[in-house]
Structures are given as C-alpha cells and as structure tokens.
C-alpha cells in the first residue's frame, strides 16, 4: 500500500494549518505514519487519494451509522439545498427534528440544537448552572465533553478534587468549579459533594464512556448518581453525543432505567452535518432564553441542510429499530474474532461491545476507569493499528478510542477485518 500522495498532502497542510489537521486526533500522533488523506466514502469503506480502499471502523467518529453516502440521506440534502443553505430563521424542520426526539426520549420535553457536541454540553452545564443558582459541576477523570474551557480540566496537586486546567489558556478560575471523582466509584463522587463549597449543580457523565476507549458505566453507579443528585437538588446530565442513536435507538438510556435531568446530544443526531442538541423537561428548558434568563444562541444553529440531514437519518433510524440487534450481533463477532486472534499468540485483550459501538484494549484485566485505561500496552496499539491500515482496514488512531459499526458495514468486512487482525498479531509476536 502506498501513501505517497498522503504524505506530500499532509506536508502542504502542515504549512497551513496547526499539524495539518482541524481535530488533534487526526494527525495520527499516537499511532504514528502519516494520516491518508480521504477522497470519499462509500457505504463502509474509505477511499484515500493514493486509491486505497479501506472498511471504515471510525465512520467519521460515529455520526455515519448509515455509513458513507447513504443515498436517502444524500438526496434530502440536495433537496433543502436547492432552497437555500441558511436563513436564520426558524423553519419546521426544526420542528420535526425535535418533535422526534421528543417522542423517542422520555426525559425530553423540549430540545434545543447548537452545532457541535462541545456546544451542546456548554450549554447543558449553564442551564444547569442557571437552573440551580450552583457554579460547582462533577465530571468524570476520562470522561470527554468538548473543549470548552470549564470541561478541558485535569486532575489537580494530591487528592485534591478541584479540576485544573489541562490545557494552557485556560484559566484556573474557570476550571475551579469543575470537581474530579473517578468514574464507576461512588465514594469519589460522594467526597466531591463534601469538598464543594457552594453546592454542586450537576454531575455530567457519559453513561457509555467513549472517549477512555469503551468503558461502561455500572447500572448500580448510574442509579446511585440519581440518588445523590436527587439528595442534593443536583441535575444528573448525560452527555449521550456519542451513544445516542449508537448503543441503542436512545442511547445509553435504551440500556438503563436511570433517567438524567438533562440530555446532550451530537455526532449521529446530524448524520455528518454539523449539528448538536441538548433537552431537559420543560420546567428546564424553561430558564432557557428567550423562554428565561439563561442565554444561549448560534447563528446557524438548526441549519436547514444540517437539520434535513439529521432528519432523514432519524427516519431511517425510527423506521428500523431492528438495525441495533444486527449493528450489536456484527459488533460482537467483531471483537470476539480480535479477542480470538489476540489468544492464539498469547497476547492479553479485553473487550465491550454496546449496540454499534465496540472497545478492545491490550490489557489484562477489566477496564472500569481511566487509570485501569492507562494500562492498555498503547505501544502495541500503534503497531497493529499501522498494520491493520496497511491490510485495508482503517481503525480509530488511538487506544482510547471506541469503533464504530455501520449499516453498510458487511458481515464479509468484519470477516476481513478479523483475518487482517490474524495476520497482524502474528506478525508482530513473531
Ligand atoms: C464527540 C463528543 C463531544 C464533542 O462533540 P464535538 O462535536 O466534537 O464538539 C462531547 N461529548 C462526547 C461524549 C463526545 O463523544
């Protein structure tokens, strides 16, 4: 495989753009080579500019469960272009957008779209702010919600529970109301209460962390999160960006019986199109300017492309609820034929599966939170993700990374990716 016109466009990039990428994560820094540059999709494969087809585990970070260029959804935006790409003013696509999302989740009343996930969750954490006159939030160590500035925050000096900032240009006055607890560990979240000094307004969490590699939150922590909010008059969030429409038709709350206060929404919600949201019952969603006090606002928010999108997508996704059970049954066949090929050369692997969504990690033992992440041999990671790309198959460049399976992904792909996994971890114990 060659990546000849990879390479010189990855330089010219590099010439103008930060690391010549848009998103960090792309410039393949953990994984190491050099990042094909992609001339188009179809269904589940890539195809880079040197001609390399690959079968596509990323699908653009989750947003394609339909995979690349689904036609139904390709022809509902070529219908709202022709009308024009954005106003600035309300349309009923919006309309029918939320009304669906209303229907599907029970714990929406009202939803708002932004467009980003980052944005959604922003905007969730000041309504929840707002809501509950607290400034303190609880976030989880692995956890990822966007880069907004109070959400960019690491693990302070010692045992200190008070978040600071894990990127420069950040202040540590804007970080100092985020309080760190571990996830699946309630005695963390529980100290983070009795270290807040003016309350705690909510606790945000991925209740199918994604973004630590797969990792699950525990049913028991979930439901003791609802408890201690509900003791302390705090809103549980859940940021479901990544599991909505993913782990389920409704995401992580299609699994639980935990109900969150506030929910955000993102990546599949606009079937590539840039489009976040975030809902919460109506007496929420009434703080919310114009209805209230809490400001939020966007420009393009609920853009007529973005939302004609979003919209076929979600028809597709109501109309087929079936595809969750055969995404799932892929998905697992997936990581087993990886677990499988990881033992016939004595090479450590755990893995989780979660509707469309699939983790493996070298490692040997469970992975409940972050530190239990840190352990995965990454270094091995990097070797088999450059040689699963040189096979043909294309998987997110990062150990801490979920992947993602699409309609249009084949039970022959995951065949040939399987066979690929065989191969490259016999070459790399050999
Ligand atoms: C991707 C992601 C975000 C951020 O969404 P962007 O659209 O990249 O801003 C927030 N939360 C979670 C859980 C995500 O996976």
Same mark, same amino acid.
């Given at each position: 495989?060659?990546?000849?016109?990879?390479?010189?466009?990855?330089?010219?990039?590099?010439?103008?753009?930060?690391?010549?990428?848009?998103?960090?994560?792309?410039?393949?820094?953990?994984?190491?080579?050099?990042?094909?540059?992609?001339?188009?999709?179809?269904?589940?494969?890539?195809?880079?500019?040197?001609?390399?087809?690959?079968?596509?585990?990323?699908?653009?970070?989750?947003?394609?469960?339909?995979?690349?260029?689904?036609?139904?959804?390709?022809?509902?935006?070529?219908?709202?272009?022709?009308?024009?790409?954005?106003?600035?003013?309300?349309?009923?696509?919006?309309?029918?957008?939320?009304?669906?999302?209303?229907?599907?989740?029970?714990?929406?009343?009202?939803?708002?779209?932004?467009?980003?996930?980052?944005?959604?969750?922003?905007?969730?954490?000041?309504?929840?702010?707002?809501?509950?006159?607290?400034?303190?939030?609880?976030?989880?160590?692995?956890?990822?919600?966007?880069?907004?500035?109070?959400?960019?925050?690491?693990?302070?000096?010692?045992?200190?529970?008070?978040?600071?900032?894990?990127?420069?240009? &950040? /202040? @540590? $006055?804007?970080?100092?109301?985020?309080? %760190?607890?571990?996830?699946? *560990?309630?005695?963390?979240?529980?100290?983070? !209460?009795?270290?807040?000094?003016?309350?705690?307004?909510?606790?945000?969490?991925?209740?199918?962390?994604?973004?630590?590699?797969? &990792? /699950? @939150? $525990?049913?028991?922590?979930?439901?003791? %999160?609802?408890?201690?909010? *509900?003791?302390?008059?705090?809103?549980?969030? !859940?940021?479901?960006?990544?599991?909505?429409?993913?782990?389920?038709?409704?995401?992580?709350?299609?699994?639980?019986?935990?109900?969150?206060?506030?929910?955000?929404?993102?990546?599949?919600?606009?079937?590539?199109?840039?489009?976040?949201?975030?809902?919460?019952?109506?007496?929420?969603?009434?703080?919310?300017?114009?209805?209230?006090?809490?400001?939020?606002?966007?420009?393009?928010?609920?853009?007529?492309?973005?939302?004609?999108?979003?919209?076929?997508?979600?028809?597709?996704?109501?109309?087929?609820?079936?595809?969750?059970?055969?995404?799932?049954?892929?998905?697992?066949?997936?990581?087993?034929?990886?677990?499988?090929?990881?033992?016939?050369?004595?090479?450590?692997?755990?893995?989780?599966?979660?509707?469309?969504?699939?983790?493996?990690?070298?490692?040997?033992?469970?992975?409940?939170?972050?530190?239990?992440?840190?352990?995965?041999?990454?270094?091995?990671?990097?070797?088999?993700?450059?040689?699963?790309?040189?096979?043909?198959?294309?998987?997110?460049?990062?150990?801490?990374?979920?992947?993602?399976?699409?309609?249009?992904?084949?039970?022959?792909?995951?065949?040939?990716?399987?066979?690929?996994?065989?191969?490259?971890?016999?070459?790399?114990?050999?």
């Amino acid at each position: 495989m060659s990546y000849n016109k990879s390479e010189i466009a990855f330089k010219e990039a590099y010439e103008v753009i930060p690391g010549g990428v848009d998103s960090p994560v792309r410039a393949f820094s953990s994984v190491g080579g050099t990042p094909p540059f992609i001339a188009k999709g179809e269904g589940g494969h890539l195809v880079d500019i040197d001609g390399n087809q690959y079968i596509d585990f990323v699908q653009s970070w989750g947003p394609l469960i339909f995979g690349h260029a689904d036609q139904e959804i390709e022809q509902a935006v070529m219908d709202a272009v022709k009308n024009g790409l954005s106003f600035g003013a309300p349309t009923q696509t919006e309309t029918k957008l939320a009304t669906h999302i209303v229907d599907m989740f029970e714990s929406i009343d009202k939803v708002r779209f932004v467009n980003s996930g980052t944005e959604a969750v922003m905007s969730a954490i000041r309504l929840a702010r707002g809501y509950t006159k607290r400034d303190d939030f609880i976030k989880f160590t692995g956890c990822y919600h966007g880069h907004s500035d109070s959400l960019l925050v690491q693990a302070g000096s010692g045992m200190a529970t008070f978040g600071s900032p894990s990127s420069p240009g &950040v /202040p @540590a $006055d804007l970080t100092k109301h985020t309080l %760190l607890a571990t996830y699946n *560990d309630i005695e963390s979240v529980k100290k983070c !209460f009795n270290d807040s000094e003016n309350g705690v307004s909510s606790i945000i969490i991925e209740p199918i962390a994604g973004n630590m590699g797969l &990792v /699950p @939150a $525990d049913e028991a922590f979930l439901q003791e %999160l609802r408890e201690l909010c *509900d003791e302390h008059g705090a809103l549980l969030i !859940f940021d479901e960006v990544m599991s909505g429409f993913r782990a389920s038709l409704i995401g992580a709350q299609g699994i639980s019986s935990v109900k969150p206060d506030i929910v955000t929404l993102g990546k599949v919600i606009g079937a590539g199109m840039p489009v976040g949201a975030f809902g919460a019952n109506k007496a929420i969603m009434a703080g919310l300017s114009p209805e209230g006090p809490i400001y939020q606002a966007g420009t393009l928010s609920g853009n007529p492309i973005a939302m004609a999108a979003g919209l076929a997508s979600l028809e597709k996704l109501k109309a087929n609820p079936e595809i969750y059970a055969t995404l799932e049954k892929r998905a697992t066949r997936l990581v087993e034929g990886f677990k499988a090929a990881a033992d016939a050369v004595n090479v450590p692997m755990v893995t989780d599966v979660r509707g469309s969504m699939f983790g493996f990690f070298f490692s040997d033992k469970p992975v409940k939170n972050f530190e239990d992440a840190l352990e995965n041999n990454s270094e091995l990671f990097g070797k088999f993700h450059g040689k699963m790309l040189e096979k043909g198959v294309y998987l997110a460049c990062s150990s801490f990374e979920t992947g993602f399976i699409s309609v249009a992904t084949s039970d022959e792909m995951i065949e040939e990716a399987i066979r690929a996994a065989q191969e490259s971890l016999k070459e790399l114990t050999a």
